[in-house]
């Protein structure tokens, strides 16, 4: 690099200035930065970019100056819970449900009660959708479905199918899992936080693989009328600071031993420890989200009951936010890397649209020309895949995760 010198005519004050510019393009040349890790993946689409806050380590960042008040809000002495696992739980299998979809799969309409926070659709819903809970669950019926061939996410919360295949819900949102962009200020998703529910849940191929890389969706009894970034939507009538926020990020504390437990719950606990949770809605304390599958061994997630609430921390993530707007973080360690363009969210006068170009235009309407095929089970192996199993892009054209525990309902 070379700095031309200014002409006699312009000295003293051009030199200076030429030369601070020099120095500031050599510091920033010079200056180290920090790689992102490359996402999680389910069926060949991000679950968010790698540097969203979901996939950014809160390991070394401070602990939130409420942290106390909050932890003994949520509860000390309450216990760690996975609110997934295999079998059956009040007849529905234990986990939050995803379905996998293509892009051609028939989109039906969606009628909303919160329809002025919900993105109109229509929704890839197939007929055999899994609802949170099973069929005939009062609770959460969450549906998630993930578009294959567009990376993008739909999510519907107190899904009910109606008897012309429309479906009626509580709330729906729709994400581009290319793009950073956040709901509106203000608007709930299928989750009360406002914020998707699939990128944050742990999931038995990622315990397998001997890494979650991404933070873990939990729920707290009670929270505050208040979001924290990347939250976008409280769900309370309370102005107690006491409370927790919607939005909230926690950690393990670094001193947590984890060696006296078997390899997969240390897996999760290692994530606990250097991603952390986000609190995303109300419900039981300290209660993990993840997917059901029959692999899951119930006594092994057990054991996360030993691990009392006094073992966590809150963690101040603000100075991770490049925009309050955008779920970009910037990398710890490292300085923060260059926002992206944000893709303005669905709104009430937005079909739902889909797009995995670098431009994070909106994208075209899918004609709905999809048949509903029984869907069949991914597999999720735990070393390596069975023999002859099918990979996603072999597989069925819908593939399904089935459902979850029920929750305490939501405040709004």
């Not at 393990?252 to 897996?267: I, S, T």
């Amino acid at each position: 690099m070379a700095c031309a010198r200014p002409a006699d005519s312009v000295r003293p004050h051009a030199t200076r200035v030429a030369l601070a510019a020099c120095v500031a393009l050599a510091a920033a040349l010079l200056r180290p930065t920090t790689a992102v890790a490359a996402p999680p993946i389910i069926a060949g689409c991000p679950m968010l970019p790698g540097d969203n806050i979901w996939n950014t380590p809160v390991d070394t960042l401070p602990v939130h100056r409420s942290s106390d008040a909050w932890v003994r809000a949520i509860g000390s002495e309450a216990k760690l819970k996975a609110d997934f696992g295999s079998g059956l739980w009040n007849g529905g299998p234990i986990g939050i449900p995803y379905v996998i979809v293509p892009g051609d799969q028939a989109r039906v309409p969606v009628a909303f009660e919160y329809d002025d926070e919900s993105d109109p659709g229509p929704y890839p819903v197939p007929r055999n959708a899994p609802i949170e809970g099973g069929p005939n669950a009062d609770g959460d019926r969450h549906i998630l479905m993930l578009d294959r061939d567009r990376c993008m996410l739909y999510e519907l919360y107190a899904a009910h199918p109606q008897p012309d295949g429309s479906w009626k819900a509580g709330s729906g949102a729709i994400f581009d899992l290319s793009s950073h962009a956040l709901r509106p200020d203000g608007w709930t998703s299928a989750d009360a936080a406002g914020l998707p529910i699939l990128p944050g849940l742990v999931r038995y191929d990622e315990v397998a693989s001997g890494e979650i890389g991404h933070a873990i969706r939990f729920t707290v009894p009670q929270t505050q009328r208040l979001y924290l970034w990347p939250g976008r939507h409280f769900a309370s009538r309370s102005s107690d600071p006491n409370l927790p926020p919607m939005g909230l990020r926690m950690r393990l504390k670094a001193g947590f031993d984890v060696r006296a437990y078997p390899p997969e719950l240390q897996v999760i606990l290692r994530a606990l420890k250097r991603y952390g949770m986000i609190n995303a809605d109300n419900g039981s304390p300290w209660f993990l989200s993840g997917v059901p599958d029959e692999r899951w061994d119930n006594d092994v997630l057990q054991r996360l009951r030993q691990i009392p609430g006094s073992a966590f921390e809150a963690v101040d993530v603000s100075g991770l936010m490049v925009d309050p707007n955008s779920g970009q973080a910037r990398q710890p360690g490292g300085d923060p890397t260059a926002p992206l363009p944000i893709a303005p969210s669905p709104t009430p006068t937005m079909l739902s649209t889909s797009t995995t170009t670098p431009t994070f235009s909106p994208p075209s309407p899918v004609p709905p020309t999809s048949t509903d095929d029984p869907a069949t089970p991914e597999p999720t192996p735990i070393a390596a895949p069975p023999t002859g199993a099918p990979t996603p892009d072999a597989a069925a054209k819908s593939v399904v995760y089935l459902p979850v525990a029920r929750r305490d309902g939501r405040v709004r």
